[in-house]
């Protein structure tokens, strides 16, 4: 028998209206029917994007939210029936370690008051001597110093905020400890020394870990089983080297083909699933199938209609989708884009055009830029007047040219205009005279009486 065990969970979140009487218009179904096992010893990964309901479904297995349907199972157990006192004991056996490691510690309280609180609750210790001591132990084992007993949580980093949270968790000696988002709030390098920590911990201790998260790298590092939700609902569970080798579910291979590969030869090669649409609203999920209205191999005859449930397709591995193996063989064909031609679908996705469509004016291209169109046809549609505004890089070139010569030809006739009268000899400055009247045309008896009268004034 496993050690936990939900089966068919629901929790569903009143939506209220009103001024004075509040009325439920409806409901944000944030856990939708969620079954799984978590065995002794072992790490259970949690992924999905945001808003899926993984923290939620987390928060429901300690009864932190109220379920609305279904059962939680812990060691022959069901947590939803107990009332309040019951519960109280059996909180002892289920902690968590919260995403936010600043938020979830009291500014107010030492680290001996934070970690000794949940002790004195469950009455873990004779007197405070001896809770002392073996706080002082769990600090040793999560990396921290005794002495830290007397300071306060802003007086710590990131990560030692969160080996303070897995120690509150460790003092009360725990079955299960459910992690959520254990590392997305700390640094990259601080990450690896968390994870690393709660693998030494199961190890030494026998725990097991509910591990809710983010990161695909972080959740395949330190899981056995690894279950994928989307928008309320379990789509795939399977062992983690079997799921990211061979995903089954159209959602888990989107996933999957979103995690960055570091060779680019890879990266290059492999193909990319691109979901079209945005995410439904939990408060209106779509009929049928969760992931009918984004999945690019919906069958709308019936995925729309019928909601598939988790079947065993052997080795541990459960997939919710009608047509898994249709898909997994290649005889499916696809009913929306996966590639570069999803993203044309989306708005503003201006799409690269080739060296010669490069040529023609983009003010002649069609509206639609996802289509690209033909180059020469559209040349024979371009004005001769917008073809002149339109220099090729040769015509440039020779204009250029043409404007090189041109400015070195005024240069060298501005040039002995700007030479003294008395550096040159009559003849040269004669000469340059007859040249300048023939270039302006206006060699005649004007010009030559002005000459004489500037000899004889001279």
């Known amino acids: 028998m496993s050690l936990l065990e939900l089966d068919g969970v629901k929790v569903h979140f009143p939506i209220k209206k009103g001024i004075f009487v509040d009325r439920t218009v409806g409901h944000v179904y944030a856990v939708d029917g969620v079954s799984l096992k978590v065995e002794a010893g072992e790490t259970y990964g949690l992924v999905g994007e945001s808003g899926c309901g993984k923290t939620t479904l987390g928060r429901s297995v300690l009864r932190l939210v109220d379920i609305t349907e279904g059962s939680v199972v ?9 009332p309040g006192e019951e519960m109280r004991r059996f909180r002892r056996r289920l902690q968590m370690v919260f995403q936010d490691p600043l938020g979830s510690l009291n500014p107010r309280q030492n680290i001996e008051s934070i970690l000794s609180e949940g002790m004195v609750a ?86 097991t870990y509910v591990v809710i998260a983010h990161d695909l790298a972080v959740v395949r590092h330190i899981s056995d089983t690894i279950g994928v939700m989307y928008l309320g609902s379990l789509v795939e569970e399977a062992p983690s080297d079997a799921l990211y080798a061979e995903p089954k579910h159209p959602y888990t291979k989107a996933l999957m083909s979103a995690v960055p590969v ?10 990319r699933i691109l979901l079209t649409g945005d995410l439904p609203s939990p408060a209106n999920p779509p009929s049928g199938c969760r992931f009918h209205t984004r ?19 052997g080795g541990g ?16 064909a696809l009913t929306r884009p996966t590639g570069i031609e999803a993203v044309k679908e989306s708005e503003g996705v201006v799409v690269e055009r080739t060296e010669e469509e490069a040529e023609v004016p983009a003010a002649l291209l069609p509206a639609d ?12 549609k371009v004005p001769s007047a917008v073809k002149e505004k339109v220099p090729s890089a040769t015509e440039e070139k020779a204009s250029s040219a043409v404007k090189e010569k041109a400015s070195s ?17 009559a003849d040269a400055v004669a000469k340059d005279g007859d040249a300048l009247a023939k270039d302006s045309g206006a060699a005649g008896p004007d010009a030559s009486g002005k000459e004489k009268k500037q000899d004889k004034t001279g």
């Open 74 to 82: 812990l060691d022959g157990t069901d947590l939803a029936k107990l």
């Open 122 to 207: 469950h009455g873990i210790g004779k007197d405070q001597e001896e809770r002392r001591e073996k706080i002082k132990s769990i600090l040793d084992k999560v990396g921290l110093p005794s002495n830290a007993l007397s300071r306060y949580p802003h007086e710590f980093s990131g990560g030692q905020r969160q080996r303070i949270g897995i120690a509150r968790a460790l003092v009360l000696e725990p079955d299960v400890i459910i992690c959520d988002e254990p590392v997305s709030a700390l640094d990259v390098s601080v990450q690896a020394q968390v994870i690393n920590l709660l693998d030494e911990l199961q190890e030494e201790l026998g725990l």
């Open 262 to 271: 570091p060779d680019p030869e890879v990266e290059d090669r492999r193909e």
């Open 295 to 313: 999945c690019p191999w919906a069958q709308a005859e019936r995925c729309s209609t019928e909601r598939p449930e988790l079947r065993d397709l």
């Open 317 to 332: 591995h459960r997939v919710a989708c009608h047509f898994a193996e249709e898909i997994e063989s290649g005889k499916l």
């Open 369 to 380: 830029s996802t289509t690209k169109p033909d180059a020469a046809a559209v040349k024979e």
């Open 409 to 425: 030809a005024s240069e060298e006739k501005a040039s002995p205009a700007a030479e003294a009268p008395g550096d040159r000899t």
